[in-house]
């Protein structure tokens, strides 16, 4: 299979300059493309000053990273696409074992690696980890990372395992399944939209594994950190988008409820953290959410909507009560 590597660019080019030569050193069967969201700095210019053989995709505005790839693919010739976030470092032979199983998996339409913290080494990235799932109420969470608590890379899980979702900062998919499924949803922005994605892919029948002989480092945070309140708003508003688009409605709007009660706790926990831009940042996420409803009601495909989603039942009860924080010992194989 054709491979090609589209990593989506803005402003980026410290992080170019980082992170770009270790893909091209270790990505020798692949093509390689920078797809530009109409940055402002000298990105572009760097680029062809210093490495002619990428291909550049300019994109016409910043779309955020949904449209920002639904664009760029477009101009990609490949039967598999990897989708590869600009502040990632890959390792020698990082690719083989994902062709690999594509080859032994026929039924796998999207993978990713194992995705380990650049900063320390040793531990699993928030953006990813060892494969992402979620719980009975849409909160998504993964082997390796539940909520902040990064587990240490003890090989625990060194398997290929179908999961739910594949991370967005490095996610191989078919391109057949991209364009039949039509791409990323551009009113997520960011943020998100790697969860919609594999679950509409999962209501379409199609599977999802990790690799975990395939390992990157991720650097995380280079957009929107973690504690920038847009990242909130984001995080907070797509979740609920989500559950609307891929859920029975009956199901949905219970969840929905449930969640926005949840929702409420976290923020009056914000506001006893003094961290009251985040507590706004998830009241402008619900006001965006209800405007936003009846145009994502109309989003729902004619789907049979997979009703085994969830691993478990409420991280949040599992994680704050329960004091559990490791994949493991939350859900039982």
């Not at 069967?29 to 402002?40: G, I």
């Not at 928030?126 to 998504?140: C, E, K, R």
Request: proline content about 3%.
């Amino acid at each position: 299979m054709k491979l090609a590597i589209v990593i989506l660019n803005w402003n980026g080019e410290v992080l170019l300059k980082r992170f770009l030569p270790s893909v091209i050193e270790n990505s020798s069967n692949a093509e390689l493309y920078v797809a530009d969201n109409a940055s402002t700095d000298s990105s572009i210019t760097f680029l062809k000053e210093n490495y002619p053989s990428v291909k550049i995709i300019q994109n016409s505005a910043n779309g955020g990273f949904a449209q920002g790839y639904n664009e760029a693919l477009r101009h990609v010739d490949a039967d598999v696409f990897c989708l590869l976030n600009s502040d990632v470092e890959v390792t020698a032979r990082w690719l083989d074992p994902i062709m690999e199983a594509f080859e032994k998996l026929p039924e796998a339409s999207v993978l990713q690696p194992k995705i380990l913290d650049l900063l320390k080494q040793d531990h699993f990235e928030y953006a990813g980890a060892a494969g992402g799932f979620i719980d009975q109420l849409g909160y998504p969470f993964c082997r390796g990372r539940i909520f902040q608590h990064l587990e240490k890379d003890t090989g625990q899980y060194n398997d290929t395992k179908e999961i739910f979702w594949a991370t967005g900062a490095c996610m191989f998919v078919k391109r057949a399944v991209f364009e039949s499924l039509g791409g990323f949803d551009t009113d997520y922005f960011a943020h998100q939209e790697e969860v919609d994605f594999c679950w509409r892919a999962k209501n379409k029948g199609h599977k999802i594994y990790y690799v975990g002989a395939s390992k990157v480092y991720h650097l995380g945070g280079s957009t929107l950190s973690n504690m920038n309140p847009k990242k909130t708003y984001l995080n907070f508003r797509n979740s609920l988008f989500s559950i609307i688009k891929n859920l029975p409605i009956r199901k949905a709007v219970i969840i929905i409820f449930a969640r926005l009660l949840l929702d409420g706790i976290a923020a009056l926990r914000f506001i006893f953290q003094f961290r009251l831009k985040h507590c706004i940042a998830i009241l402008r996420a619900h006001l965006s959410f209800y405007r936003q409803f009846p145009k994502m009601l109309k989003k729902r495909e004619k789907a049979n909507f997979i009703l085994k989603y969830h691993t478990t039942k409420s991280i949040v009860w599992s994680y704050f009560v329960n004091g559990i924080k490791e994949f493991n010992i939350l859900v039982k194989d």
